[in-house]
């Protein structure tokens, strides 16, 4: 029998690895005697699973962009697991979930209520284009099947185009059309049928081959070759239900100008529909409520999850264009919490709460801050390749040196660990990219913090 456990600690995806020697240092070095308690059961019950167990720390407190430990040690969370957007346990939040347990705490599935038919409307309401038939779930995954199973419903077809490292839910139809190493292949097992990748866009290490022009990508020379590709796989398969993909890449990626223009282009001659996952990246984390917005492309169906609960409750949407309203034979989710007043309150006060404290706006003014922030830190690391962000979504990829664009792994967990000595939580994506998600309450002050503990963490290289 295959040994299931993945003991290759150099293989990274979609998180920091969780038993990598830095990792079990800092587990070791946890002093405090009901941290190591908690910790201890925590792996006793626990199933082993890279990214989570051993944990790093065990939490007692969140508040804003604040979580604190056990031990009483604080750290700002630039990490968040992007649930929390408008800050952990805002008091307007917690008051309108515990007057909705006392106003309705359930329905059933077969009736509806007042907060989901509220929500439904919201959603659709804020949502691009004609984007207007709403379905709910409880979590990112089960809204990506339900994508899925509509999509396949709507062209009587299976296939799909995703990309390779794409991270789209821990579920088998997200593990299918994801591209992450750590949730699908052996000894998982076969994937959906049908599920086709293709390279994503990724200017710094163009998977394409195109160099660019004093490290930075030349449009020109490439001529979207990314898109292309897409372009490309769809006119030879010719029977794909969809493309899905997140508009902007979580590791983080920033499209290139055209892209999105293009693939949307492309999925319209081909009949597939164009589901953009928002769940990490919607509600504001890039400055628009939603990051496809930045591009001027509009998807047949959009996802958003994770922050949608405010940090308090787990809720997640699928938003399709009316066309698309033709599942009424079939159950594509029903399901038990579809309608929970409790969650749909939740995550209809916290769409109101970004939407009154201008938080939108802020994440594009304090994001802008902060590329500029990290510009400034680019020119005077040499080990950092590369800078880039779109509103409160960064990312610092670390490599050997000038010219050397070798992913600097080692060094990027071990300024990982340092910054979490020196209280500041986020997390390294790939390996080498230390990837910032702060809430969209963060100030230029905060940045400014968080960016000096960073920088410190680099210089003792």
Partial sequence: MADPRNTDVTSQGEGDNNLSPNRLKWYKNQNDPKTRRLLADDEKYFLKQSLSTPCLSAIKKAEGLWIEDTSGRRYMDFHGNNVHHIGYGHPRLIAAVKKQMDDLPFAPRRFTCDPAVELARKLAEITPGELGRVLLATGGSDAIDMALKLARMVTGRHKTVSFWDSFHGAGFGGSSVGGEELFR???????LPGAEHVAPFAC?????????????????LCDLA??????????KEGDVSAVIAEPVRAVPYIPPPGFWQSVRRACND??????????????????????????????DILVCGKALGGGLLPIAAMIAHPDLN?????????????KNPVTCRAALTTI???????????AATVGAYALDRLKDMEQRH??????????????????????????NIDTADRILYRCLENGLSFKNS???????????????SDIDHAFSIIDQAISAE
Avoid: W
Avoid at 185 to 191: E, T
Avoid at 226 to 234: D, F, K
């Fill in 185 to 191: 292949g052996q000894p998982l097992g076969p994937m």
């Fill in 382 to 407: 040499d080990i950092i390749g590369d800078v880039r962000g779109l509103g409160l979504v960064m990312g610092i990829e670390l490599v050997m040196g000038p010219g050397d664009k070798t992913p």
């Fill in 270 to 299: 081909a009949g597939a529909l164009l589901i953009f996952d928002e769940i990490p990246n919607g509600l504001g984390k890039t400055g628009r409520m939603f990051s496809c917005e930045h591009f001027d492309a509009v998807p």
């Fill in 352 to 362: 109101e709460i970004i939407e009154s404290e201008n938080l939108v706006d802020n």
């Fill in 326 to 338: 033709q599942a009424g034979l079939k159950s594509i989710g029903h399901y038990t919490h579809e």
């Fill in 226 to 235: 990314c898109a292309n590709m897409v372009r490309y796989v769809l006119e």
């Fill in 430 to 444: 790939m390996g080498n990219v230390l990837t910032l998600y702060p809430p969209l309450i963060t100030t230029k």
């Fill in 204 to 220: 710094y290490r163009c998977p394409y081959g195109h160099q660019g022009r004093d490290g930075k990508a030349n449009y020109e």
